[in-house]
C-alpha cells in the first residue's frame, strides 16, 4: 500500500472537515478523489503531505507515517497544492530551479518527466510567473511539483483552468508516470477526468460516498436516464423543471439529462407536455449514465 | 452605429514588448446574446476581456463597448458594463451583506437602493443563512454565484464574465449557468470565457481564439458542422493545437 488512511478525523473551530476517512491506496494505482468545493479534499491532501495533523486516526504515504515520518515524506512526495505556491516575481524558469535546487536535483536530471509539459510554457520561460496566464501558472506549478521525482503526487485539482486540449495532454502524462511506477492521488473537478482513475472516492461533506472504479460507480445509477432535446435549451430546462413527475434534470451540453419519478414513464407523453409548452424539435432518447450523473444524485 | 451590436472590436491588439498577446482580433456581439470566448491557455482571452472593459489600453486598433469607445471612454465603460474577474472578486474578510454593500457604493447606488438590491439578491441566491456569514468561509460555488450577481448590482448592460465556473462542482455549475440565462433572458448582454466544452454549447455563439487569433466563430451548431464533429470538446481539440 502506498497511502494508507485509518479513521481520520479533522476539524476546524466548528466545521468538521472529514469525518472518520479510511481507505487506502496501492502502490502505482491512479487514485481520484471527486468532491465539490467544500468537501474536505484539500484537508487530507494537508495531512497527507504532513501540513496538517488530524484530530483523529493514522495515515500513512510511502511506507512513512504522517506524524513520526514528516520529513521523510517530504523529500519522498511532490504536492501541487490547489492555491499556487509559485514566487510570482520569478521567472519560468527560476521557478523550476528553485524547486530543483531544494530537493537536491537539477532540471536537467528529471526533464524527461516533466517534458510534455513543460515545452508548452518553455518558449516564456524567462517571463515572470506572475505574468502568465492562468493555465499557464498551473502548468508550471505541476512541473515544480513534479521535477524531483516524487514516489507519491499528490494533485489537488491540477486541471482546474486548464485548456480542453492541455488537460487530455495532462492526463496521457498522468497515465506515463504511473508507468514509471509514480503512484498518484489526484482531486478534480471534472468528472470525465474521474473516468481516467483506476480507482475513485466520491467525497462530500468529510465523508466518503463511495470507493470503486469508475465502470463500477456508474452501474450503480439505476435510474434511466433520458438525453432531451429542443429548439430553445432555457425553456426546455424551464419546462422540465416544472414538470411534475421530474426526478432530476440537468443541462449535458447540447442535451437535458432527464430522470422520470414514475417507474412507469412513458416518454411520448413527455414530448406531448413539452409540445404543450411551445417547444420544438424535440428529441427523447434512453442514454447511459456518465459519473457526473451518478455525482449529482450521490450529492443531491 | 448599429445599435444592437453592444460590443463592436475591429482589429484590437495588444503587444507586451515584443510579444503580441492579442493579435488584430474582429468581431461584434449583439445585444442579449450569451457569447463564448473560448481558447487555449495563454491564447490571449482575459488580455482581450480586459481591453474592452476598459482597465487595459489596447495597442492599436478599435473597440465600442455599450456605444463607449474604449480609447477615450473607458470611465463610462466600467460604470456601465459588470465583469467578474478569473481569480475570485469578493473580499474574503467581509460578509455576504458587506460586500453587496461595498459594491453598491463603488457604483454610486444610493443607501436605499444597496439595501433593496441586497435583500433581492439574497433571497434570489438563497443565501438568507449565511447573509452575516464571512465570504470566506463559503464553499466556491455560493462565492462565485454571488460574484456574479455582485457584478449585475448596477444593471449593466454587458456583463463580463472570466471563467466563472473554474473548479466549481457539477450542479452549482449548472445553477451558475441559470443565473447566465436568466440575464440573457432579460436583456443583458453575456460575453464569457470557460474551459468546460459543455459551456460552450450552451452559448448563442462561440469564439475561439488561438496564439492571439480568432480561429473560428459561429454557434456551436455550426462550428461541430464546419469542422465535422460532434462535440465543441472535438471542435477546440482540432483547433487549439493549430
Ligand atoms: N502584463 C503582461 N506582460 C507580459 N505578458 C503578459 C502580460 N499579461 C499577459 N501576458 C501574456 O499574454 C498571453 C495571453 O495571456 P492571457 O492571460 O490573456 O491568456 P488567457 O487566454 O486568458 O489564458 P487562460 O485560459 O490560461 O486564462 C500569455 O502568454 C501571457 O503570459
Ligand atoms: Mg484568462
Known amino acids: 500500500m502506498s497511502i494508507k488512511i485509518a479513521n481520520i478525523s479533522k476539524s476546524y473551530k466548528k466545521v468538521n472537515a472529514l469525518k472518520n476517512i479510511s481507505f487506502e491506496v496501492k502502490s502505482g494505482e491512479l487514485f481520484g478523489l471527486i468532491g465539490p468545493d467544500g468537501a474536505g479534499k484539500t484537508t487530507l491532501f494537508r495531512i497527507l503531505t504532513t501540513l496538517l495533523i488530524a484530530n483523529e486516526g493514522v495515515a500513512s504515504v510511502a511506507g512513512f507515517d504522517v506524524i513520526t515520518d514528516y520529513k521523510s515524506i517530504r523529500k519522498n512526495v511532490g504536492y501541487m497544492p490547489g492555491k499556487f505556491s509559485l514566487y510570482q516575481d520569478l521567472t519560468v524558469e527560476e521557478n523550476l530551479d528553485f524547486f530543483a535546487t531544494i530537493f537536491g536535483t537539477t532540471i536537467e536530471e528529471n526533464y524527461d518527466l516533466i517534458k510534455d509539459i513543460y515545452i508548452q510554457i518553455e518558449p516564456f520561460k524567462n517571463r515572470r510567473a506572475g505574468k502568465l496566464s492562468g493555465g499557464m501558472k498551473q502548468k508550471l506549478a505541476l512541473c515544480c511539483a513534479l521535477i524531483h521525482k516524487p514516489k507519491v503526487l499528490f494533485l489537488d485539482e491540477p486541471t482546474t483552468g486548464v485548456d480542453p486540449v492541455s488537460r487530455k495532454e495532462f492526463w496521457e502524462m498522468l497515465k506515463r508516470l504511473q508507468q514509471k511506477g509514480i503512484t498518484i492521488l489526484v482531486s478534480t473537478p471534472y468528472m470525465d477526468e474521474a473516468a481516467l482513475c483506476d480507482r475513485i472516492a466520491l467525497i462530500q461533506g468529510g465523508k466518503i460516498l463511495e470507493i470503486d472504479t469508475p465502470a463500477a460507480i456508474v452501474k450503480h445509477y439505476l435510474k434511466p436516464i433520458y438525453n432531451v432535446s429542443a429548439n430553445n435549451m432555457y425553456q426546455l430546462v424551464n419546462s422540465l423543471k416544472a414538470y411534475e413527475y421530474n426526478h432530476s434534470v440537468y443541462p449535458f451540453g447540447e442535451f437535458v439529462h432527464y430522470t422520470d419519478r414514475r417507474s412507469d414513464f412513458n416518454p411520448a407523453e413527455l414530448k406531448v407536455y413539452l409540445e404543450s409548452k411551445k417547444l420544438s424539435n424535440i428529441t427523447i432518447e434512453k442514454t447511459v449514465a456518465t459519473i457526473e450523473d451518478t455525482f449529482m444524485e450521490l450529492a443531491k | ?242
Open chain 2, 1 to 242: 452605429m448599429n445599435t444592437n451590436k453592444v460590443i463592436q472590436v475591429k482589429e484590437l491588439t495588444k503587444v507586451f514588448g515584443d510579444f503580441t498577446a492579442v493579435n488584430a482580433i474582429t468581431f461584434d456581439v449583439e445585444k442579449g446574446e450569451i457569447f463564448g470566448f473560448l481558447g487555449a491557455n495563454g491564447a490571449g482571452k482575459t488580455t482581450a476581456m480586459k481591453m474592452l472593459i476598459g482597465i487595459s489600453n489596447p495597442t492599436s486598433g478599435k473597440a465600442t463597448v455599450a456605444g463607449f469607445d474604449v480609447f477615450t471612454n473607458a470611465e463610462d465603460i466600467k460604470k456601465n458594463i459588470g465583469y467578474m474577474s478569473q481569480k475570485f472578486a469578493l473580499y474574503d474578510d467581509l460578509t455576504v451583506k458587506e460586500n453587496i454593500t461595498f459594491f453598491g457604493g463603488i457604483y454610486g447606488l444610493s443607501r436605499k437602493r444597496i439595501k433593496e438590491k441586497a435583500a433581492i439578491l439574497i433571497k434570489e441566491l438563497g443565501l438568507e443563512n449565511v447573509a452575516n456569514k464571512l465570504v470566506g468561509s463559503l464553499p466556491l460555488g455560493w462565492k462565485q454565484k454571488l460574484s456574479f450577481s455582485v457584478s449585475l448590482i448596477h444593471d449593466p448592460k454587458i456583463v463580463f464574465l472570466d471563467e466563472p465556473t473554474g473548479g466549481v462542482d457539477p450542479i452549482t455549475r449548472r445553477q451558475f449557468w441559470e443565473l447566465i440565462y436568466k440575464a440573457s433572458h432579460q436583456g443583458i448582454t453575456v460575453f464569457v470565457t470557460t474551459h468546460y466544452m459543455d459551456e460552450a454549447e450552451y452559448c448563442d455563439r462561440v469564439s475561439i481564439m488561438v496564439n492571439g487569433k480568432i480561429e473560428a466563430l459561429d454557434t456551436p451548431k455550426k462550428l461541430k458542422e464546419q469542422f465535422k464533429v460532434d462535440t465543441m470538446n472535438d471542435v477546440f481539440l482540432k483547433l487549439a493545437r493549430g
